[in-house]
């Protein structure tokens, strides 16, 4: 009986180590200066069309948090970074959105250091 207690009891301090850890290994840091990059294709969208528009904008966002990467719930200052990560990031994403719009299809190239 005792030894049944002692193997639950370490049963669930590893477990409770574990979940704890969790959260620290979830995202590894990006070395610094590293670019990030995510190709963004248009030539299968209609973009004269607001929904060709609207699908584009989607890829570009989802772009962007691809790039941007994310912070664990816990760190404020990291939430903040990737927030701004993600304006500038799509800041320079919408300037070739706008060459893709004027009717050339190009890949446009969502970039970020982090």
Excluded: Y
Aim: proline share 3%; charged share 25%; aromatic share 0%.
């Amino acid at each position: 009986m005792k030894n049944a207690i002692t193997i639950v009891l370490a049963s669930a301090l590893i477990t409770a180590a574990a979940i704890k850890a969790a959260p620290a290994l979830a995202e590894v840091p990006a070395a610094p200066g590293e670019l990030n990059v995510s190709l963004v294709r248009t030539a299968d969208l209609d973009l004269g069309t607001s929904e060709g528009q609207r699908r584009l904008e989607q890829r570009l966002a989802n772009a962007a948090r691809e790039v941007c990467g994310t912070a664990s719930d816990v760190d404020l200052e990291g939430k903040q970074a990737v927030r701004e990560c993600r304006e500038a990031t799509l800041a320079k994403a919408r300037a070739q959105r706008d060459a893709a719009l004027a009717g050339r299809d190009i890949v446009i190239a969502v970039t970020a250091s982090r």
